[in-house]
């Protein structure tokens, strides 16, 4: 068990429908990642927040949008989702942001189908 | 815009042999992580390599970092079946701390 945590472990949702994804640090961890993971693309980088300002964008979609709370719990928000969203998302955390060292712990993710 | 390829894609291996999974990547970076994954699990992280000429143990598992030749292995001694997963390495570019996933390679261990 890494401590970071996501909700929920599942979801089945129709397209053009809008789901929110949670995901909860390891207590201290600064930096949050957002990951997806398909059949086709394999895990691409999605979004990084760090201390509640985004810090790092990679390949995600328009439709697509996250947020860092100040308790630092993460939400990644998708909306008109369409059939080729389905995929395993996972949020990661680290310690800091910019150090030496990052070790990013994964979350046990979110299985996302879109029928 | 950094690539980062693994080989083999796919590896059946007898218990007790040896063999390495290689992971190179197309960008100087000094930062290089391996994950395992089981099916349908999530990542759990089993090395961090932070500098050239870097080697870390863990078990039955190896793993070294070479940067002159943006090259890293992962290397299994004496597999077991219990190392069966899917091994990914990560590279990220120093500063920029998205991590770039390599292909993954799935690891079947046959008895």
């Known amino acids: 068990d890494s401590g970071v945590t996501q909700t929920p472990k599942h979801l089945i949702t129709a397209t053009g429908q809008r789901v929110t994804l949670r995901c909860s640090p390891r207590s201290g961890d600064l930096s949050v990642y957002w990951y997806q993971q398909s059949l086709d693309q394999g895990l691409q980088f999605l979004i990084q927040?760090?201390?509640?300002?985004?810090?790092a964008k990679g390949n995600i979609l328009e439709r697509f949008s996250a947020q860092q709370f100040p308790d630092l719990h993460s939400e990644l928000n998708l909306s008109s989702l369409e059939l080729g969203d389905s995929a395993l998302y996972f949020c990661a955390s680290s310690v800091d942001w910019g150090s030496s060292y990052n070790e990013q712990f994964f979350g046990p993710g979110t299985r996302l189908t879109v029928l | 815009e950094l690539k980062v390829e693994q080989n083999p894609l796919f590896l059946s291996m007898q218990e007790g042999k040896n063999y390495t999974i290689y992971c190179n990547y197309s960008?100087?970076?000094?930062?290089l992580y391996w994950y395992r994954q089981d099916p349908g699990k999530s990542l759990e992280s089993l090395f961090v390599?932070?500098?050239?000429?870097a080697v870390k143990q863990e078990g039955r598992l190896m793993a070294s970092l070479d940067t002159k030749a943006r090259l890293s292995t992962l290397h299994i001694t004496a597999a077991v079946h219990d190392l069966s997963a899917t091994y990914f390495c990560?590279?990220?570019?120093?500063?920029?701390?998205?991590?770039?996933f390599g292909t993954g390679t799935r690891l079947t261990i046959i008895p």
């Open positions: 960008t100087t970076s000094d930062r």
């Open positions: 390599l932070l500098s050239n000429g």
């Open positions: 990560a590279v990220d570019q120093g500063g920029n701390e998205k991590l770039t």
């Open positions: 927040y760090y201390n509640g300002e985004e810090r």
